[in-house]
C-alpha cells in the first residue's frame, strides 16, 4: 500500500548509543518532516526538507541529524541517545502545488526509549 | 512566526453530544489550515482541509470553516459517537511558502456512552 513506512516501530537505546531511524515515501511527495511527539507537548518538528538534496531545522534540531538523498527517504539519526531524546518519532509527507496543499500523509511512528 | 491555538482539553462529551475544538491561528499570508486524529496508538491522519477564505472542510460527520477575519477554523460535529474519541490537531500548511507545518498542541476528546 502506498503511504509513508516508518522503521523500527519500537527501539531501546542505551544513553550514548546512536542510531538511524527510517522513513521512506512512495508517493513521490516533495517535503518531508520529521516530528517528535512527548505528552502534553503535540508535535514539535526537528527537521523538514523540501527536496532532494535539501533540508533545514526544526525547532528542536539538537542531537539530530538528517539527509535527503533521494525523493524518497528520509532518515533521522541520533547522534549520541540521551534519556530526553526519549519519545514517538513521526515521519510525513506531502507534495507541494502551487495554490494549495495537500496535508501530511503520517507514518505510523517509532516508539524510543533511551535508557 | 506562525503558531496555532487550540482550545485546553480534555474535552469530555457524552454520546450524541454536539462537538466544537476551537483553533485560532498567527500566520503571514494565507496558509491552508488541517485537522487531524490521531486515534491511541496510531499516527496522524488528515481529517479535513481548506485551502483559502471562506472554504468549508467536512469529512466522516466533521466540518470546519476558514474564517480569515477572526483567523479561526473550529471543528465542528453534530452528533459525537464513541468511535470519535482521539486526539484532534489544527495544523497550518504545508505551502509553497514553507515545506514544513505547524501545529496546535491538540485536544483529547472523549465520548461517553
Known amino acids: 500500500n502506498a503511504g509513508v513506512t516508518q522503521t523500527p516501530k519500537f527501539q531501546v537505546l542505551k544513553t550514548g548509543q546512536s542510531m538511524t531511524l527510517q522513513c521512506a515515501q512512495d508517493m513521490n511527495h516533495e517535503y518531508m518532516s520529521w516530528y517528535r511527539q512527548d505528552p502534553g507537548m503535540g508535535l514539535r518538528l526537528i527537521h523538514y526538507s523540501v527536496g532532494a538534496g535539501i533540508t533545514d531545522q526544526g525547532e528542536v534540531p539538537n542531537g539530530y541529524n538528517v539527509s535527503r538523498s533521494t525523493t524518497e527517504d528520509f532518515p533521522l539519526r541520533l547522534l549520541s541517545a540521551a534519556p530526553s531524546q526519549t519519545s514517538v518519532y513521526f515521519c510525513a509527507s506531502s507534495y507541494s502545488r502551487t495554490g494549495g496543499s495537500y496535508g501530511y500523509t503520517f507514518g505510523s511512528g517509532t516508539r524510543l526509549t533511551v535508557v | 512566526g506562525d503558531s496555532v491555538t487550540q482550545m485546553e482539553g480534555p474535552v469530555t462529551l457524552s454520546e450524541e453530544a454536539f462537538l466544537t475544538i476551537n483553533c485560532t491561528y498567527t500566520a503571514t499570508g494565507y496558509p491552508s489550515l488541517f485537522w487531524y486524529v490521531q486515534y491511541p496508538g496510531e499516527g496522524l491522519q488528515l481529517l479535513l482541509k481548506?485551502?483559502?477564505?471562506?472554504d468549508k472542510g467536512s469529512n466522516k460527520g466533521f466540518e470546519a470553516t476558514y474564517r480569515k477575519e477572526t483567523t479561526s477554523f473550529h471543528l465542528e460535529k453534530g452528533s459525537v459517537q464513541v468511535s470519535d474519541s482521539a486526539v484532534y490537531f489544527c495544523?497550518?500548511?504545508?505551502?509553497?511558502?514553507?515545506?514544513?507545518?505547524?501545529f496546535g498542541d491538540g485536544t483529547t476528546l472523549t465520548v461517553k456512552p
Open positions: 495544523a497550518l500548511g504545508p505551502n509553497t511558502n514553507a515545506g514544513k507545518s505547524t
Open positions: 481548506a485551502t483559502k477564505a471562506d
